[in-house]
């Protein structure tokens, strides 16, 4: 009795195949919350989808040979499953093969090392610009507003006319260098991983279109302190 007591306490051997469930779904889980980028990128280089199309990625299998991922798109969803070659030999190999995949799709695809997943606001100074360039755009949006600024706040007809005749030329200046600016923004958008028409790729362009220069000020300080940051954390 106490041996059969004994043998029956002794918890049976794991499952080698439900160990490999529960790797595979920490990495899946692990992907999926800190990882998007490096899916949207697989999706990008390996399966040859435009960004639009590879947004919101998902990880929804994994195994020593391939990986299926799927994504919303902008126009439809997708499910791509793309190969591991070679095939890992277990998927302890997966943080080390995951790394070298995500590494040679920034290769191919002209991507920089740093990633950017959030908007930032302009604050401080930065909102007295603000302003400033939204009564450039309200005055020279049209005659009428050029007038009533010449008429009402400086009050002299000289002046007047001098708007009215100036707020066209004015205003294609300011739409021509704005849209420059905005369509530099957007290469800036894909030199860092960020998916065409998302929230994020949505608030710099158009930030861009209406403030100018100072956006591009702010986006490379931000991506600069992020550079300094890892830099500092490998040290």
Same mark, same amino acid.
């Given at each position: 009795?106490?041996?059969?007591?004994?043998?029956?306490?002794?918890?049976?051997?794991?499952?080698?195949?439900?160990?490999?469930?529960?790797?595979?779904?920490?990495?899946?889980?692990?992907?999926?919350?800190?990882?998007?980028?490096?899916?949207?990128?697989?999706?990008?280089?390996?399966?040859?989808?435009?960004?639009?199309?590879?947004?919101?990625?998902?990880?929804?299998?994994?195994?020593?040979?391939?990986?299926?991922?799927?994504?919303?798109?902008?126009?439809?969803?997708?499910?791509?499953?793309?190969?591991?070659?070679?095939?890992?030999?277990?998927?302890?190999?997966?943080?080390?093969?995951?790394?070298?995949?995500?590494?040679?799709?920034?290769?191919?695809?002209?991507?920089?090392?740093?990633?950017?997943?959030?908007?930032?606001?302009?604050?401080?100074?930065? +909102?007295?610009?603000?302003?400033?360039?939204?009564?450039?755009?309200?005055?020279?949006?049209?005659?009428?507003?050029?007038?009533?600024?010449?008429?009402?706040?400086?009050?002299?007809?000289?002046?007047?006319?001098?708007?009215?005749?100036?707020?066209?030329?004015?205003?294609?200046?300011? +739409?021509?260098?704005?849209?420059?600016?905005?369509?530099?923004?957007?290469?800036?958008?894909?030199?860092?991983?960020?998916?065409?028409?998302?929230?994020?790729?949505?608030?710099?362009?158009?930030?861009?279109?209406?403030?100018?220069?100072?956006? +591009?000020?702010?986006?490379?300080?931000?991506?600069?302190?992020?550079?300094?940051?890892?830099?500092?954390?490998?040290?």
């Amino acid at each position: 009795m106490s041996s059969a007591a004994s043998t029956s306490s002794v918890p049976p051997n794991p499952s080698p195949r439900a160990d490999d469930s529960q790797i595979t779904q920490r990495i899946i889980s692990h992907m999926n919350k800190d990882h998007a980028d490096s899916l949207t990128r697989f999706l990008e280089h390996h399966s040859h989808l435009p960004s639009f199309a590879a947004r919101n990625p998902r990880l929804t299998s994994l195994s020593e040979s391939s990986m299926t991922i799927t994504s919303s798109g902008i126009f439809s969803p997708s499910t791509q499953t793309i190969p591991i070659d070679p095939p890992m030999k277990s998927l302890s190999e997966a943080r080390e093969r995951m790394v070298g995949m995500d590494a040679e799709a920034r290769t191919k695809l002209g991507r920089d090392a740093i990633s950017v997943k959030e908007y930032r606001a302009p604050k401080g100074l930065g +909102l007295l610009w603000v302003g400033f360039v939204a009564v450039a755009w309200a005055v020279n949006a049209r005659k009428g507003n050029a007038r009533w600024v010449g008429e009402n706040l400086v009050g002299s007809e000289g002046v007047t006319t001098i708007f009215e005749r100036a707020q066209p030329v004015v205003l294609g200046v300011m +739409l021509f260098l704005h849209t420059l600016e905005a369509a530099y923004m957007v290469r800036k958008m894909k030199a860092h991983s960020v998916p065409t028409g998302s929230r994020v790729w949505c608030g710099w362009v158009l930030d861009n279109f209406f403030e100018g220069v100072p956006v +591009l000020s702010r986006f490379r300080n931000m991506v600069d302190d992020e550079r300094m940051r890892r830099e500092k954390a490998s040290h």
